[in-house]
């Protein structure tokens, strides 16, 4: 007897092999996916500084890079400084073993700075925000919340008082919190000068290259703002270890190794701190008149119409031979007794930022777009030519000779002799030389070393 298909069974069996075989797809590409990611990176712990909150952080790989054997991971560091707020993304990849490279950086910059909005609060979150999205375009999603998120303020939230400056960080903090990415209780904070050279000191070191190898030279770090002037360097002489004033060296732990550097921020020798000091002004205190800012530092043509052309200054009895030695006189004064010299930076290699830079490039010690390097030298006789020419070919800045003739000073003072070279750059490997870069790296250095197992 024949027997007859059951049809509805040979309907279901066509209808299961090709579920069964889309299933069995499904189940081993979300393995492949989930044993990719396992292998990137181990979860790890980070402890919470105040709250004692824990967060888990996963690093991942982008395929080609895992392809290569690379790690890639992301930072994002807001400078809140006293003119505009910027936000740094940096992207980084680290070959197994070897110090990590900066691959790729993005840079946004809003006006006016955090400090404008001391009276509105609630304002400076639009430009937070539009920042952060800046952040989320140039970041892969799967990276979100492994990219550590941090702002720092300089020097405009420092000269706030402190219930207004706290406001101000609490609603970023709040801000920061309700965003995709890694968030700490220390997300938050105003810098210390000391911390401003110590970031600088690792930006540049890391894009030279010195912090790869243990061992290799490092170079110092020299920086002139407007408030305050920084300088940093690895010391390897015990007598300038022993001989340091107190707040001089500091602690830095970077790749699994501990420096100790010679480090300070002198607080009111920044350049307009020092114009006005020169003028015979004082910080925080506006001058009643226009006369009681008066300095040998600038020409007659300067001075206002108070004070005669034809005055005589005279410098311990003797009469003065140019502006330049006049100039000098009074930022001497103004520097006595207020900088820590060490013998040993005469010997170490120095890159010099900010308005090192400015003042080199605007008379041509430099190119100013390229950088380059001069002796401290090239300052004085650049200081001593503007300042005798200053009546017949007047510069653009009438504080031309002042600026030169402070910054060959305060070189001097440092103890670095004439023939001293510096480095000056904007940029290194066409990445800018700022402190974010240090700054957000230390950050993720130290995120890494308190890494724990997954539970």
Known sequence: MRKIPNHGTLRMTKVAYPLGLCVGLFIYVAYIKWHRASAAQAFFTIAGAASGARWTQQAFSSPGSAARGHEVFYGIMFDAGSTGTRIHVFQFARPP????????????????????????????????QELLNVAKQHIPYDFWKATPLVLKATA?????????AQKLLQKVKEVFKASPFLVGDDCVSIMN????????????????????????????MLDLGGGSTQITFLPRV?????????GHLTTLQMFNRTYKLYSYSYLGLGLMSARLAILGGVEGKPAENDKELVS??????????????????????????????????RVSEVLRNKVHRTEEAQHVDFYAF??????????????????????????????KYVCRTLETQPPSSPFACMDLTYISLLLHEFGFPGDKVLKLARK???????????AIFHY????????????
């Open 97 to 128: 073993g070897e110090t990590p490279t900066l691959t790729h950086e993005t840079f946004k910059a809003l006006k006016p700075g955090l400090s404008a909005y001391a009276d509105d609060v609630e304002k400076s979150a639009q430009g937070i």
């Open 156 to 164: 405009g939230l420092r000269l706030l008082p402190g219930e207004k």
């Open 193 to 220: 000068g000391t911390d401003e050279g110590v970031s600088a000191w690792i930006t540049v070191n890391f894009l030279t290259g010195s912090l790869k190898t243990p061992g290799s030279s490092s170079v110092g």
């Open 238 to 246: 015990e007598g300038t270890l022993q001989a340091s004033p107190p």
């Open 296 to 329: 040998p530092c600038l020409s007659p043509r300067f001075r206002g119409e108070w004070e005669h052309a034809e005055v005589t200054y005279r410098i311990s009895g003797q009469k003065a031979v140019g502006l330049y030695e006049l100039c000098a006189s």
């Open 354 to 383: 900010s308005y090192y830079y400015d003042l080199a490039a605007s008379f041509g010690l430099i190119d100013a777009e390229k950088g380059g390097s001069l002796v401290v030298g090239d300052f004085e006789i650049a200081a």
């Open 428 to 438: 290194i490997d066409n990445v800018e030389t700022s402190w974010a870069l240090g």
């Open 444 to 455: 993720i250095d130290s995120l890494k070393r308190q890494k724990v197992p997954a539970l």
